[in-house]
């Protein structure tokens, strides 16, 4: 069964910390992955996803993460942190080939201290 | 603006009751989904319909109740059955059936007293 496994429940860190959220997923086959994000009081919103290609993926906000097949790991890193990336953030992932299910890990709460 | 309009989104009920939780979308979306939120537990699917007049079990369909009657609308109902029903409810939808990111709503919160 797909399970997807993110390190930390909470994170805190000060503006401008560099940040690396982990997340390791299981699965045998191809996988489409994703990192999504809810800032407080918001709807859960894509930050990025990856379905093939560069491993190393960009998203909104000076987010990217890197899919690491051989790890089965997909974890989310930005270089300098604000305040506003105060939020709760979430990974996912879904089979390629119809995966009608996507699973989600715990999530990871992180604040930003201004 | 198209987008998932879920309603209410607080909601308190007494035990026993039923709940129905609205769902609504205009992207014109095949695919809908329901998930479930709790601090910690991340977002457990529930229910999710691939097309009108079908949907399958998620991973906690106990106690819960579907309906796919029209494309645009995925109601679900939280019977008494429930033995925890007090969380917050997501809706959602993609795009392609199979792969694509979900659309979400912003939420229903149902409180059980």
């Known amino acids: 069964a797909q399970s997807v496994s993110q390190h930390n429940h909470h994170v805190i860190l000060s503006e401008a910390a560099s940040l690396e959220l982990g997340c390791n997923y299981s699965?045998?086959?191809?996988?489409?992955l994703f990192w999504y994000v809810q800032y407080p009081g918001q709807h859960l919103q894509l930050l990025l996803k990856?379905?093939?290609?560069?491993?190393l993926v960009k998203g909104i906000k000076g987010f990217e993460a890197e899919f690491i097949k051989s790890k089965f790991s997909f974890n989310l890193r930005k270089p300098s942190v604000q305040w506003s990336d105060t939020a709760e953030y979430f990974c996912?992932?879904?089979?390629?080939?119809?995966?009608?299910?996507?699973?989600f890990g715990a999530g990871t709460r992180l604040f930003v201290k201004a | 603006d198209g987008g998932i309009t879920q309603s209410p989104k607080y909601l308190f009920r007494k035990e026993g009751q039923n709940v129905t939780l609205s769902c609504e979308q205009n992207?014109?979306?095949?695919?809908m989904y329901w998930y479930r939120q709790d601090p910690g537990q991340g977002l457990r699917l529930i229910y999710y319909?691939?097309?009108?007049?079908d949907f399958q079990k998620g991973d906690i369909a106990e106690g819960y109740s579907v309906s796919r009657e029209k494309k645009e609308s995925f109601p679900l109902t939280v019977t008494s059955a429930q033995k925890n029903p007090t969380a917050f409810y997501l809706c959602?939808?993609?795009?392609?059936w199979g792969t694509g990111e979900l659309f979400f709503g912003e939420g229903s919160r149902l409180t059980v007293l």
């Open positions: 992207l014109n979306h095949d695919a």
């Open positions: 996912a992932v879904n089979a390629a080939t119809g995966g009608f299910k996507t699973i």
């Open positions: 959602a939808s993609r795009r392609e």
């Open positions: 699965y045998g086959g191809t996988v489409n």
């Open positions: 319909s691939q097309i009108v007049n």
């Open positions: 990856y379905f093939s290609g560069d491993p």
